[in-house]
């Protein structure tokens, strides 16, 4: 089997996603007929977004995706599309993530994570080979009191559907302090998990000095949550620092690449110097995912083969990544062992030994 056959093949998990970047230019373009029914030039917005490796462009997509995600029926729509596409690509567990939304009149942030659970228990009749979680994210740029409502949100709907609801994820400008720390300390006491977006971006204004990104940098990994994303700026050729970097290693908590994303948004420069190569090299626990695979235009399958091309993976390498990933999931016990068996099973199918 050739590595694009392979990684395609692969059994997958996706624990980095979110959920409005992660639509596709065809569900897009069923969102806008949905919300716009009449209109002739209706596809002429969508059809000019071509060029996605200007970062520009990528932003264009994550406001449109908000734009025609303003109902419970488009969140619906946005969720099974998502799924049924990651499942296309092999992927076995996929944990999605997203912020709930209120719009006036149209939504609340109740109906909006209703939506995503409602397509969850239709997506897993139709499509029962891909295990299925939600984080709810808290945006730090929304504010403390966003933040709030999303974590009292998230707490009272893992009560509820606790197969679905696992965990929370902190996104958002990492410049805003650590005051939303504590705040997911409630979320953890009540037994969610947590994943945190860390030192994905360096400093935005070049006149500030290193300090405010690496306090809360620190600030994150002395929190210890259960996953961290990116962690771009913490190796020293990644403006980061040794002292980050050990740091990070000595936490031992996996961390989510995702490679094309940081590479199109320009944190790093070159797929050959993004921070996959220390990490792995360090033997540090880490995963594939794709952040936002619509706005990227990359799937799991992709960021599989990125890797393997680069860091010249070879197959083996790449199915322990798929079965360390497993263990990095928010999954019971006994989901990890179900995903565990899909793997090996493939492997031995495959004549793949490691
Ligand atoms: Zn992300």
Do not use: W
């Amino acid at each position: 089997m050739d590595l694009e056959n392979l990684c395609q093949a692969l059994p997958k998990l996706e624990l980095h996603a979110h959920l409005n970047g992660s639509l596709s230019m065809d569900t897009l373009k069923k969102l806008y007929k949905m919300q716009n029914p009449n209109s002739k030039s209706s596809e002429d917005t969508l059809m000019s977004i071509k060029n996605f490796s200007s970062l520009g462009e990528c932003f264009k997509v994550f406001n449109i995706a908000h734009s025609l995600t303003t109902t419970p029926e488009a969140v619906f729509h946005s969720t099974y599309d998502t799924v049924k596409e990651f499942k296309e690509d092999n992927v076995i567990y996929l944990e999605l993530r997203s912020t709930p939304r209120a719009i006036e009149g149209k939504m609340t942030k109740q109906e909006y994570v209703e939506a995503i659970i409602k397509a969850f228990e239709i997506c897993k009749t139709d499509f029962p080979s891909i295990l299925l979680k939600l984080l709810i994210s808290i945006n730090r740029k929304q504010g403390y009191k966003a933040a709030q409502d999303n974590i009292e949100l998230a707490i009272n709907f893992f009560k509820k559907y606790p197969q679905y609801i696992v965990g929370l994820d902190l996104s958002g400008d990492p410049m805003t302090g650590s005051t939303f720390l504590e705040l997911l300390r409630k979320a953890r006491l009540a037994g969610l998990k947590i994943a945190a977006h860390c030192a994905e971006i360096y400093q935005m204004l070049s006149h500030l000095s290193h300090v405010p990104n690496e306090t809360e940098t620190i600030d994150i990994l002395k929190f210890k949550p259960d996953r961290l994303g990116h962690c771009t700026c913490i190796h020293p050729t990644l403006q980061g620092s040794s002292k980050l970097f050990n740091l990070l290693l000595d936490s031992k908590i996996p961390v989510e690449l995702c490679l094309t994303s940081n590479i199109q948004c320009k944190t790093v420069s070159t797929y050959e110097s993004h921070q996959f190569k220390y990490l792995f090299e360090a033997g540090h626990p880490i995963c594939l995912g794709t952040d936002d695979k619509g706005v990227f235009h990359t799937s799991l399958s992709h960021e599989y083969k990125i890797a393997s091309s680069t860091f010249g993976l070879k197959q083996e390498q790449l199915l322990k990544l798929c079965l360390s990933s497993v263990e990095y999931t928010f999954a019971t016990l006994e989901e990890k062992q179900a995903l565990l068996y899909e793997i090996e099973k493939f492997s031995k199918e495959c004549n793949i030994t490691y």
